[in-house]
């Protein structure tokens, strides 16, 4: 099985290292693409030292760096894509088990429902809320900011032939279903970013949310 570990980051390079040592020891044999959005620290040598792809997306932001990654992937034929954060907060040691998943889906995301797992109040509420807009659109789910994710196939095509660029959160649940994919959760602890600042918090949240929901709604018009 061929297996590919895409990672998008941002000014990661406090942490990427050590997230990029633990994909190796959890999965020896895959490839690794950083897609490195931009980054004004040494994310891109970092990830160039331990021998990863380095990816340089077109655009800016977190959805245009999966976009641009997914779109590079298309065209190498793999079985499988594990995506997570390079902010250690997504465990690689559980991408075996998201793996398994696909075996009766098509896209496996690891979600921290059930699983006690650390986690501000602001992010919390904020996945509450989408959770309950997401199920409005007719989509039951209950991690919808979780981006530790596992393709398989036919999810790899989607996402390289129409990602959104503007928003990749609880909207790529109701895009994703609305195109027919079979989306599971698989239960993963997970633990807080090992340094840096989420997107989650302070006014940076409050507006993230903001085009989240509006996103969700604009992807059950569609």
Do not use: K
């Amino acid at each position: 099985m061929r297996i590919a570990v895409l990672v998008p980051a941002r000014d990661e390079a406090a942490s990427l290292g050590g997230t990029l040592r633990r994909v190796r020891d959890a999965l020896p044999a895959a490839d690794l693409f950083v897609v490195d959005d931009h980054s004004a620290d040494a994310t891109a040598a970092i990830a160039d030292a331990a021998g990863a792809t380095v990816l340089t997306p077109q655009g800016t932001g977190y959805a245009a760096a999966l976009a641009s990654g997914y779109r590079h992937l298309a065209a190498l034929g793999f079985d499988a894509v594990i995506q997570l954060d390079a902010d250690g907060q997504h465990p690689p040691e559980a991408a075996p088990d998201l793996l398994l998943a696909l075996q009766g889906a098509d896209w496996a995301i690891g979600s921290r429902d059930g699983t006690d797992s650390p986690g501000p109040l602001s992010r919390r509420a904020g996945n509450a809320l989408l959770s309950a807009s997401v199920r409005l659109a007719g989509v039951d789910a209950a991690d919808v900011t979780s981006g530790f994710w596992a393709l398989g196939p036919a999810a790899q095509t989607l996402c390289a032939e129409s990602f959104p660029i503007a928003v990749a959160d609880a909207n790529i649940r109701v895009w994703a279903t609305r195109r027919g994919m079979r989306l599971t959760e698989v239960p993963v602890a997970m633990a807080e970013r090992d340094a840096g600042t989420s997107m989650h918090g302070g006014l940076r949240g409050v507006r993230n949310l903001g085009r989240s929901l509006v996103a969700v709604w604009a992807a059950a018009r569609a």
